[in-house]
């Protein structure tokens, strides 16, 4: 409950506009009537976000009959809350950083960027709302797809009840998602705090945000937030921020926010809020002792919990904890008419994972499949700038599994694109199985990191080896070379003093 208690205060805080009414016409009509139900449904999905929607209409376009059911927004957290406002926000606050950097490209555009705050939210609203079209209840209908908006529980083996209506079921998924995990820290309740639920409807810029945990969204958001004119806290309780990724990857992440004015503290704990409304303090425990940090608002950016509550699970036998519903490689529940996929119950909690996971469900759940999750190479990546995308294996994961690898990198500095354009900070790091060009993993941190890792999935998925990459031509001069300069590394490697002996020896001999 206290979950909603702050979305809709952060909703009331500033009048709803036209952009607001267009996205919620598309994603949840005022005075949308529920179909009649039809007498069966080859499957009913609860939940309309990435893995809802992709699993509803994929089913519906190979024939099937298909229910749909939303309690929220159609579209999810990746449309609404999620991965749409946030990069629109994002590209705002890079926007603003490129003026700043301007004069050390010799282009004078003053010392700092103006900042019209309320221009930017509008910018977002108008963007998401846009979006919206494609995942609209009128869309699906069209598609085929029954769209039932309200609340979906299950009543019984093969039966969902939503809004008075009985929807019955040959297989059923579960999509519901997740939210923003808040921790039990003293007074935070009292004080006021914003999620990724709430942070995007924001009226005003906050003059002093906290931003707590250094994750993925809270470095991107601090970042943002940042650039955009806020006086930016980042609390992480780890030692640096960004802990699953390379540490050096990491700390060049760190160094650019730090560059740009967030005041990291690591290796620090929340213990207590005061204060109220624009006037809040959190209590810091550091390894210098306690510590006071004055702010107007807090963002808590720390995890995320599944959506499985009120779902009547139990009734239909499907085990959840508290990382979210069970399932097997083949994304069955232990209910094996039931189905799961996107964050309630995935590890890897991106949109385009449960957009690979529900194509997956589409396969097993309709066609007596036996496609599995573990066959997915799924890359991710932070939109920080610079951007910190991965693939596959590290160092530490590979050496858990036993996987010896040869490690083979290229820093940006040796790349022209990135030096002619002031984007050289960062790496391309390529892991391959040990004395082999396969690759298992790959570390990017660079400006549109998120854009080269794709050509290094494609190889793994493909079986191309990083030999494939080194023979591709790339056009001159892109960042992307940086995946041929490292393939030639490799080769470089391989020229041993052996090697060099025996190729010497035939050159003589052919002079």
Known sequence: MTERRNLSVAIEARPRDEHDAELLENVHPPGWRNPEPARRYNLVVIGAGTAGLVTAAGAAMLGARVALIERGRMGGDCLNVGCVPSKALIASARAAAELQRAAALGVEAGDRARVDFAAVMRRLRRLRARISQHVSAQRFRKLGVDVFLG????????????????????????????????????????????????????????????????????????????RLGSQVTLVELEPRI?????????????????????????????????????????????????????????????????????????????????????????????????FAAGDVGL??????????????????????????????????????????AGVGLDAGEAARRGVEIDTFEVAMTEVD???????????????TRRGTDRIVGATIVAAHAGEMISEVTLAMVAGAGLGAIGNTIHPYPTRAEALKKVADARNRSRLTPGVRRLLAGWLRWTR
């Open 242 to 338: 960004l802990p699953r990724e390379d540490p050096d990857a990491a700390e060049i992440v760190a160094g650019a926010l730090r560059q740009d004015g967030v005041d990291l503290r690591t290796g620090a704990k929340a213990v207590r809020f005061t204060g109220d409304g624009s006037d809040k303090t959190v209590h810091l425990e550091t390894g210098e002792g306690p510590r006071q940090v004055a702010v107007d608002e807090v963002l808590v950016a720390i995890g995320r919990a599944p959506n499985v509550e009120g779902l009547g699970l139990e009734r239909v036998g499907v085990e959840y904890d508290r990382r979210g519903v069970k399932v097997d490689d083949r994304l069955r529940t232990t209910n094996r008419r039931i």
């Open 347 to 388: 590890r890897h909690q991106f949109t385009h994972t449960a957009d690979a996971a529900a194509r997956i469900v589409l396969q097993n759940a309709l066609f007596l499949g036996r496609k599995r999750l573990s066959a997915l190479t799924v890359p991710w990546c932070t939109y920080t700038d610079p951007e910190l």
């Open 151 to 226: 609340d979906g529980r299950f009543s019984g083996p093969d039966t969902v009840e939503v809004e008075g209506a009985r929807l019955r079921f040959r297989k059923a998924v579960i999509a519901t998602g997740g939210r923003p995990f808040v921790p039990p820290i003293e007074g935070l309740d009292a004080t006021g705090y914003l999620t990724n639920e709430t942070v995007f409807d924001l009226a005003e810029r906050p003059g002093r945000l906290l931003v707590l945990g250094g994750g993925p969204i809270g470095c991107e958001l601090a970042q943002a937030f940042r």
């Open 417 to 431: 694109r990135a030096l002619l354009e002031g984007e050289d900070r960062g790496f391309v790091r390529i892991r």
